[in-house]
Every structure is written in structure tokens, then in C-alpha cells.
């Protein structure tokens, strides 16, 4: 996870190719919710979202849906 100032985080996620992950975000490490919807990963195995929806203090993690 990578500040890129302005409240935005950028999360960085290495996984493997053409396999369908799910973000989620928990404030808790209790409640977990889904941050984006579901997508494939490309062929590099890595990708990355910005978070700017200004959230708060929380966890990542990615899942198998």
C-alpha cells in the first residue's frame, strides 16, 4: 500500500494470472466489505486500485469470491 498524498492510497496486489480476486476493505478486521467489484488478474499477475473514498484507517485484502 503506497500514500500518494490527498488522502489516496494506491493498493498494489500480485496474484496469479487470469484468476478472479475480490478486494475488500474492514475498518475492524471483523466486518469485511467489498471495495471494487470482482476482477480477473492480467497476464503480469500484478495490478493496483486507488482507494480516494476517504475511508478512514483500515485493512486490505484480497479474496477468492
Known sequence: IRDLGGGVMRIIIVGTSNVTYQLQHSGDLGVWTNFVPAFV???TGVTNFDDASGAG???YRTALP
Request: charged share 0%.
Open 57 to 59: 484507517a483500515g485493512y
Open 41 to 43: 488478474m492480467p497476464g
